[in-house]
Each structure stands twice: as structure tokens, then as C-alpha cells.
């Protein structure tokens, strides 16, 4: 939350009004909810369709259909393509794994038989997918992309549920199996297939060449071969490299793209990063800020403007035209889901029959409706609350910018805290809140530029000050990894601060840097322990390296960060379990979701970040 500590509240009230004026100043069809599962309609018992190369169809390439499920991906097919690039393979019973992909091997796209070629496409659940199809560049990169979470050392598709499901049905937003041209939602709104066409474009130089030892193939391997990395032998290979570091030299690589002009439009210019994103409006969005993850992998949004949004895990808006309203919602900051699926937003302020004007805290069931009655909870402190997190018992914990305490409610909203909330360990304007795997609260403070840590029974941890140290410097937000180490977004210092799990600051005095930190006001840690900011002012997304790395706080992202459409004015970020990062837009009503790029997280994320 991007406020200021100032001791009378109506005057601090009144420069938040003004402070956030002046930043924001600065330069589908829906559906309830993604099933995971497979459903129950007939297997069908042929994939066919066409193989293309570098424009050209690939006569004699070796097609392998396989089905990928939680733990493993087995052939289920193989046939051959013909002369005109056909295709039509028989397949058998996936046997309970729940998508099937087509990987083409070899063949000739005119130039003669050429073993680099590697092709791919997901399509989809078992039980529903597309044929005929086409296999060319494109499909291959929009597989890659959006399943680069879940490829094994043998790239081979396997990963559990619902991420593996979710990250599949991501596909079909990138590319139309049907054709092999670019889908629908990359076809809408801001959203543009030109990254993914000079991708596409970067692999067919490659497969319409004569092989492996060709110039457009051994440069292709060269400048995508990571330092200190393998070399990769074929295009998959060579593809899966650059989604796995999307920072990969964006220069050299656009240079080499635009030696083959198969896919239009093509980018112009080199861009900052190889990420691809796409960007979703609708159900209600409306200076959107925080975002939390159900078990199903759909997004919920709190909005300043009084609303919630939902958004299934491909994009689709669920809420209303509207957004879900009333329940006392209003200027919220902070959103959380827990256990059972139900939803949890804090609201800076309230009308002043309720609780005084001091806000409130509402609860919302997995289809929207209001539980928490018509004006919210306000016992335990509740005093102008603007983030919350859930603990292991569903206990809901509210960070309460207004007098500097913590407020504790139970599963059915009745206070733990007292009426005052839980005080001490230097709390002072916190804005930010989460619970590491023991249950303890830790809580970023804006007042003293430290940070606080309390025990589950909601007595201080921390010392009279908080800890301090480690470069922070008007801290915005604050995320715990999988170790319990606490990493803090520095609005003002442009950096990421690093504490470890005793509160004894880990990073150097002016913190970490680089990355394209500049303003970072949120900031979240994937299961690898990789650490994600956004920055508010430029609206760009940093990565650095986690803790457990070899060089923890470098940066991954480039001196830019990493762009995706849309992406204005950024607050907060989650991650899901499909491996994608997910931001909330404050300045253009939208949410931007960067596709694979990061570790799955299961949800809804209670305690640190761990693998589904």
C-alpha cells in the first residue's frame, strides 16, 4: 500500500488521498471454473493433420503422440508423416494421464533429411481435444512456453493437478491448434502475436536447413546455449533454453529471427525479454490491487473501487460485469484465500457506522456470495487494515495500517486478537503480512523501516524496534520462502531486502539491486525460491535469485526487468500452480499473466511457497 506514516489519521488520510492522485499521475466466454479433471466424454481413437516446416510441409518425420499425467508421459502412438506432411496415427488409451501432445522428430522440409528438427504441440485434456491439427513452429513455441514447468530432463510432459491441466489450457490462448496460427485471446484487446511469431520465426531457419552442422542450426545452438550451459541439439531443445531464461540475449536472437519471415506480424524491434503474456480485463476490475489463487487455479482480485474480481485459470472473467459487491467492500488493499475456498479482503475504510470509518474485513465464498454480513467483520483491532494472510488453522491475520496493530480473527471472522489488536515488536504502519511454516506472523512496517515477527498466540518475536538492517527503506510488501526467510519490497530503495528466519538481516545495507528494480511495491517467491517484485512507477517484473542459490539477490531478469502487455502501474503479483505469474494492473483495470515463467506454487498459498 503506497501511504505514509503520519501520526493524525485524517491528515494521513488525506495524503494518501493525494499521494496515490499523484502516482497514478506518473509517467472471452466465462465459465464457473477451469475443471482439472478429465471429463467423461468418449476417448478419441485418432489424432491426424499436417506437419510444417519453415513454411514448407516436413515429409518422413517420425509423429509420436503421447499422454502426460502427474508423475509421468508414455507414447500412446507413432506414425509417420507422407510426402504432403499427413498424418494420421491411431492411439490408444491414455490410461488415466490426462493430456495428450504430438512431438515430430526429423523429416525433410525441402532441404533434405534434417535430425535437428524437433516439433511440438499440447492439445489439450485426454478426453477433449482437437483433430485435425497442425504441428509447425508456432504450436511449438506455444507449448513450450506455457508447459516449461513440467518438461522433464527428457522433455517429456508429466506434472500433478490442476497446474498440469491449467498450464495446457494455456496453450490454446497462444496458438489454434486447428491451423497452427495464433489463437483467439492473443489476437484481442492490447494482446499481440508478434513476440511469438519471431520465436517461431527463430526455429524455422533451423528446420528448413539441412541439418544440424548447417549455419542457420549450429547459430541457433550457439546463441541459445546458456553460460555454462549444454548446447542444445535440435529446435525443442533450443526453444525450451529461451523460455527457461527469457532474459537470453534479446539482441542476437532478434537479429537471427529476422532471417526467416515465415510468421507475421513479426516484432520490429529486439524486445527487452522472450517472456509472452497476455493480458485479461472484464468482471469488474477497477483499480485492482492484490491478488490471491483458489485450489482450482482461478485468480481473485481485490479492487480500491469497492469490488471483487474472479478469473478463471485461462483468463476468462467469472464475476459479474460488476464485479462481486456490497459486504462492507471498499478501498481494498489486501485479499487472501483459505483452506476451504473462501476469500478473505481487507477495506481500508468503512462508512462511519461501521466500526467508526475505521474499515472492516469481508468474507466471500467460492462463488461470490458475501458471508460476512452487509458490513464485514471489524472485532479484534480492526483499524484501517490493508493486508492480510491465513495461517495453517485458517486463522486470518490483518495487518492495520491505522494504529499499528495486528488484528487475529478465526475461520467463522470472531476475534482472537483483544479490541486493541496485538501490539509491540515494533510495529508501525504496517502495510504488509505472512505467516512462514510455523505459524508465526512476520509484518512489513513503513514507520520504522523495519520488520515485525509474532507468535502464533500473537505475543511480539521481534524486539522493541523490529529487526532492522539489510537495506530497508520504506518497505512496501514482504513475502517468506520455503526456508522462512523473509524478503522485503523497498519502494524507496529500489531494492529487495533479505532477512533470515532469526530477523538478522541477510542482504547488505543498501540491500539487493539490479534486475530492473526501481519502486518495487509487491513482491512474491516461487517454489524454487526465486524471488519476483513489480515495479509500480515503470511497470515492469524483476526476478532474482532466492536464498537457497548459488549467488542469492542477483539478478535473473535483465537491467529492464521482464515487460508483458498491459502492464501499468502494477501492485500485486501471485503465482500458480501452472507456473505462471500473475499482476494486477492499477493504472489500466487489468490483470497481465507471464506465461510459465516461474516455479508452481500450490494454492491457495497458506504458510511459504511449496511445489503442488
Known amino acids: 500500500m503506497l501511504v505514509m506514516p503520519i501520526e493524525n489519521r485524517a491528515l494521513r488520510r488525506r495524503l494518501l488521498a493525494i499521494l496515490l492522485a499523484f502516482l497514478l499521475a506518473t509517467p472471452a466466454?466465462?465459465?464457473?471454473?477451469?475443471?482439472?479433471?478429465?471429463?467423461?466424454?468418449?476417448?478419441?481413437?485418432?489424432?491426424?493433420?499436417?506437419?510444417?516446416?519453415?513454411?514448407?510441409?516436413?515429409?518422413?518425420?517420425?509423429?509420436?503422440?503421447?499422454?502426460?499425467?502427474?508423475?509421468?508421459?508414455?507414447?500412446?502412438?507413432?506414425?509417420?508423416?507422407?510426402?504432403?506432411?499427413?498424418?494420421?496415427?491411431?492411439?490408444?488409451?491414455?490410461?488415466?494421464?490426462?493430456?495428450?501432445?504430438?512431438?515430430?522428430?526429423?523429416?525433410?522440409?525441402?532441404?533434405?533429411?534434417?535430425?535437428?528438427?524437433?516439433?511440438?504441440?499440447?492439445?489439450?485434456?485426454?478426453?477433449?481435444?482437437?483433430?485435425?491439427?497442425?504441428?509447425?513452429?508456432?504450436?511449438?513455441?506455444?507449448?513450450?512456453?506455457?508447459?516449461?514447468?513440467?518438461?522433464?530432463?527428457?522433455?517429456?510432459?508429466?506434472?500433478?493437478?490442476?497446474?498440469?491441466?491449467?498450464?495446457?489450457?494455456?496453450?490454446?490462448?497462444?496458438?489454434?491448434?486447428?491451423?497452427?496460427?495464433?489463437?483467439?485471446?492473443?489476437?484481442?484487446?492490447?494482446?499481440?502475436?508478434?513476440?511469438?511469431?519471431?520465436?517461431?520465426?527463430?526455429?524455422?531457419?533451423?528446420?528448413?536447413?539441412?541439418?544440424?552442422?548447417?549455419?542457420?542450426?549450429?547459430?541457433?545452438?550457439?546463441?541459445?546455449?546458456?553460460?555454462?550451459g549444454v548446447a542444445p541439439?535440435?529446435?525443442?531443445?533450443?526453444?525450451?533454453?529461451?523460455?527457461?531464461?527469457?532474459?537470453?540475449?534479446?539482441?542476437?536472437?532478434?537479429?537471427?529471427?529476422?532471417?526467416?519471415?515465415?510468421?507475421?506480424?513479426?516484432?520490429?524491434?529486439?524486445?527487452?525479454?522472450?517472456?509472452?503474456?497476455?493480458?485479461?480485463?472484464?468482471?469488474?476490475?477497477?483499480?485492482?490491487?492484490?491478488?490471491?489463487?483458489?485450489?482450482?487455479?482461478?485468480?481473485?482480485?481485490?479492487?480500491?473501487?469497492?469490488?471483487?474480481?474472479?478469473?478463471?485459470?485461462?483468463?476468462?472473467?467469472?464475476?459479474?460485469?460488476?464485479?462481486?459487491?456490497?459486504?462492507?467492500?471498499?478501498?481494498?488493499?489486501?485479499?487472501?484465500?483459505?483452506?476451504?475456498?473462501?476469500?478473505?479482503?481487507?477495506?481500508?475504510?468503512?462508512?462511519?457506522?461501521?466500526?467508526?470509518?475505521?474499515?472492516?474485513?469481508?468474507?466471500?465464498?467460492?462463488?461470490?456470495?458475501?458471508?460476512?454480513?452487509?458490513?464485514?467483520?471489524?472485532?479484534?483491532?480492526?483499524?484501517?487494515?490493508?493486508?492480510?494472510?491465513?495461517d495453517s488453522s485458517d486463522n486470518i491475520w490483518i495487518a492495520n495500517f491505522g494504529d499499528s496493530s495486528l488484528t487475529e480473527l478465526n475461520a467463522a471472522g470472531a476475534a482472537i486478537s483483544p479490541a486493541a489488536g496485538f501490539g509491540g515488536g515494533g510495529l508501525s504502519f504496517p502495510v504488509g503480512v505472512a505467516i512462514d511454516s510455523h505459524d508465526h506472523a512476520w509484518v512489513a512496517n513503513q514507520g520504522n523501516d523495519s520488520v515485525s515477527k509474532f507468535a502464533p498466540s500473537g505475543v511480539a518475536i521481534s524486539p522493541p524496534a523490529g529487526f532492522i538492517g539489510g537495506g530497508l527503506d520504506f518497505p512496501q510488501a514482504l513475502a517468506l520462502d520455503r526456508d522462512n526467510n523473509a524478503w522485503v519490497a523497498n519502494l524507496y530503495g529500489n531494492s529487495l531486502s533479505l532477512l533470515g528466519r532469526d530477523g538478522v538481516a541477510v542482504s547488505s545495507s543498501k540491500g539487493y539491486t539490479g534486475g530492473g528494480l526501481l519502486f518495487p511495491d509487491g513482491v512474491a517467491v516461487d517454489s524454487a525460491g526465486n524471488v519476483w517484485a513489480v515495479n509500480f512507477h515503470i511497470g515492469t517484473i524483476s526476478e532474482i535469485e532466492g536464498a537457497q542459490g548459488l549467488a542469492p539477490g542477483s539478478p535473473i531478469s535483465g537491467t529492464s526487468g521482464f515487460t508483458a502487455p498491459g502492464i501499468s502501474k502494477p501492485y500485486g503479483l501471485a503465482i500458480d500452480s501452472a507456473g505462471n505469474l500473475w499482476t494486477a494492473n492499477f493504472a489500466t483495470n487489468s490483470v497481465t499473466e507471464i506465461i510459465g515463467v516461474a516455479a508452481p506454487v500450490r494454492t491457495p498459498r497458506i504458510g511459504p511457497p511449496i511445489a503442488p
Open 29 to 228: 466466454i466465462a465459465t464457473r471454473d477451469h475443471r482439472a479433471d478429465a471429463a467423461s466424454s468418449p476417448l478419441a481413437s485418432i489424432v491426424s493433420g499436417v506437419v510444417q516446416g519453415d513454411g514448407r510441409t516436413i515429409a518422413g518425420a517420425t509423429i509420436t503422440v503421447r499422454a502426460g499425467g502427474a508423475y509421468a508421459s508414455s507414447p500412446i502412438g507413432n506414425g509417420t508423416s507422407d510426402a504432403a506432411g499427413n498424418f494420421s496415427v491411431p492411439i490408444g488409451n491414455p490410461g488415466g494421464r490426462t493430456i495428450i501432445y504430438v512431438v515430430v522428430k526429423g523429416g525433410d522440409a525441402g532441404a533434405g533429411p534434417n535430425p535437428a528438427i524437433k516439433l511440438i504441440a499440447v492439445l489439450g485434456l485426454a478426453t477433449g481435444f482437437v483433430s485435425p491439427i497442425v504441428v509447425n513452429e508456432r504450436t511449438t513455441i506455444a507449448s513450450l512456453w506455457a508447459m516449461a514447468p513440467f518438461f522433464s530432463r527428457q522433455v517429456w510432459i508429466a506434472g500433478p493437478a490442476p497446474g498440469l491441466q491449467n498450464a495446457a489450457a494455456t496453450v490454446a490462448n497462444l496458438v489454434d491448434a486447428s491451423t497452427g496460427g495464433a489463437a483467439n485471446a492473443i489476437l484481442s484487446g492490447i494482446n499481440s502475436p508478434g513476440k511469438l511469431n519471431t520465436l517461431a520465426n527463430l526455429l524455422a531457419g533451423c528446420v528448413g536447413s539441412g541439418g544440424p552442422t548447417s549455419l542457420q542450426c549450429a547459430t541457433l545452438f550457439a546463441k541459445t546455449t546458456p553460460p555454462l
Open 233 to 390: 541439439v535440435n529446435t525443442l531443445k533450443a526453444a525450451l533454453k529461451i523460455a527457461r531464461h527469457p532474459a537470453m540475449r534479446p539482441n542476437a536472437l532478434f537479429k537471427l529471427a529476422q532471417k526467416a519471415a515465415v510468421f507475421s506480424p513479426s516484432l520490429a524491434t529486439a524486445p527487452a525479454d522472450w517472456t509472452l503474456g497476455l493480458n485479461y480485463t472484464g468482471g469488474g476490475l477497477d483499480q485492482p490491487t492484490a491478488l490471491a489463487l483458489d485450489a482450482r487455479g482461478n485468480l481473485w482480485v481485490a479492487n480500491y473501487s469497492d469490488r471483487v474480481s474472479e478469473f478463471s485459470p485461462v483468463g476468462a472473467a467469472i464475476s459479474p460485469a460488476a464485479g462481486f459487491i456490497g459486504g462492507g467492500l471498499a478501498e481494498s488493499f489486501g485479499i487472501a484465500v483459505d483452506s476451504t475456498g473462501d476469500i478473505w479482503v481487507t477495506n481500508e475504510q468503512s462508512a462511519l457506522s461501521i466500526n467508526g470509518g475505521l474499515g472492516s474485513v469481508t468474507e466471500l465464498a467460492s462463488d461470490g456470495a458475501i458471508l460476512s454480513g452487509q458490513s464485514g467483520y471489524t472485532g479484534g483491532g480492526v483499524d484501517f487494515p490493508v493486508a492480510v494472510a491465513i
